[in-house]
């Protein structure tokens, strides 16, 4: 290796390291000032591209994150201003003139201008569809593509849903404040319903081996809690950061010691953080005194009944019928339906768990994973051996995570 590729690779570590952990407080800071999301992408996007050929040569600055920001910055005065911007723009270039760099971590306002984004991208003039996913790129850092999985859609539907809400911030001048307090509860559920998607795309690297997902299950948790700080009578708000609370507590549960997958109900609670479980019930119960029931309080409710298996030694498979039954009446979902219909089958049998599959739209679940494993576990229960074969191959075919495909592949090979 010559030491020109070692300064390389060092300076590319440091910039994927930077966009891991800062891209979403630099383009929040950038946002509220400029008002034009798209605009700041590409002058952050720019910054890195500045970064990965001047680093080498240079050397990593020691606060990244500010030499970043301030890069961001100039592109965007000099985009400005080789535009011929009117002359309204001043004010907005005076502020993004270069300057002295800076320490955005530090700064006591950067939760707020996180927050401050998420609540502008729910803006009642934006399309409805795009409002989620818009906070999922702009803030928390996910591209259009897994988002668009994650919203059983197209990566080019998804891309241009993308486009024309960032167009409308800018066009429409909407304003990058905290909206009143009669405004919140319009917005909020669309903000929660995205932390709780990043949350899910952390979740779902296990092990933490994915650069582009490492770090979001703590990010969502971290931001769900200066929410809680924020909107202290908002119960949803306590509602997701207990459940996300719960599922966390037992990460270190979800894989044995060679590195293979182990379902909830079988993994050892004595693993489970407890502490954490704690934390999660005095949220949950802070919440229902609010006497406003909603998704997230139930979901949370859901998790915990299985967090009572460490004290009782057993799932209480009723109780959780119940609360599916409630959450699919008041926020009907595939993922809802799917939990419902495998709890289902435990309380009942199979074959009532498959009626309940039986209502999901055939649309909707041809790329969505859990459907397909709930489907093949159910079938094989019930007898039918060539259906769950091809129901469990078409869940392997949609699994990234290889611990859970290996899982899938045996229980598949099991039942022939």
Not at 51 to 80: C, I, S
Request: aromatic share 6%; with cysteine.
């Amino acid at each position: 290796m010559t030491e020109r590729e070692s300064d390389t690779q060092i300076a590319r570590r440091a910039a994927e390291a930077a966009a891991r952990d800062s891209y979403g407080r630099i383009l929040a800071y950038l946002a509220a000032r400029a008002r034009n999301i798209a605009a700041c992408e590409d002058a952050l996007a720019d910054a890195f591209r500045a970064a990965l050929e001047t680093w080498p040569l240079r050397g990593v600055p020691d606060r990244p994150e500010a030499w970043l920001l301030t890069a961001a910055r100039r592109n965007l005065a000099h985009v400005w201003r080789h535009e011929n911007v009117r002359a309204a723009a001043a004010p907005d270039l005076a502020v993004l003139a270069p300057e002295e760099a800076q320490d955005i971590s530090a700064a006591p306002a950067i939760p707020d201008e996180r927050l401050k984004l998420l609540f502008v991208c729910a803006h009642p003039a934006i399309e409805q569809s795009a409002r989620t996913p818009l906070m999922l790129q702009t803030v928390l850092g996910l591209d259009a593509a897994r988002i668009a999985s994650a919203f059983l859609v197209s990566p080019a539907a998804m891309g241009q849903r993308l486009v024309r809400a960032k167009t409308k911030i800018r066009d429409a001048g909407i304003a990058f404040t905290i909206p009143e307090m009669d405004e919140l509860p319009k917005r909020l559920e669309e903000v929660l319903a995205a932390i709780y998607a990043a949350y899910t795309c952390g979740w779902e690297d296990a092990i933490g081996t994915d650069p582009d997902r490492r770090g979001l299950a703590t990010e969502a948790v971290w931001l769900t809690r200066v929410l809680v700080g924020s909107l202290p009578d908002e119960p949803e708000a306590r509602g997701l950061l207990a459940l996300m609370l719960h599922c966390e507590a037992r990460r270190a549960a979800r894989r044995d010691a060679a590195g293979a997958f182990v379902p909830l109900d079988r993994q050892d609670t004595a693993l489970w953080d407890h502490s954490m479980i704690g934390e999660a019930e005095a949220c949950l119960t802070a919440a229902a005194r609010q006497g406003r029931l909603g998704r997230y309080q139930l979901e949370a409710a859901i998790q915990s009944v299985h967090a009572g298996r460490a004290k009782s030694g057993r799932v209480e498979w009723v109780a959780l019928d119940a609360l599916y039954d409630r959450l699919v009446g008041i926020a009907p979902s595939l993922g809802a339906l799917v939990g419902h219909a495998v709890v289902r089958a435990k309380v009942v049998n199979a074959q009532a768990g498959l009626d309940l599959l039986a209502y999901a739209d055939s649309e909707t679940t041809a790329t969505y994973q859990p459907f397909w494993v709930a489907r093949a576990r159910l079938l094989a229960e019930a007898g039918a051996r060539e259906e769950a074969v091809a129901a469990y191959k078409k869940a392997i075919g949609l699994t990234e995570d290889s611990a859970l495909r290996d899982h899938l592949v045996a229980a598949m090979h099991d039942i022939r």
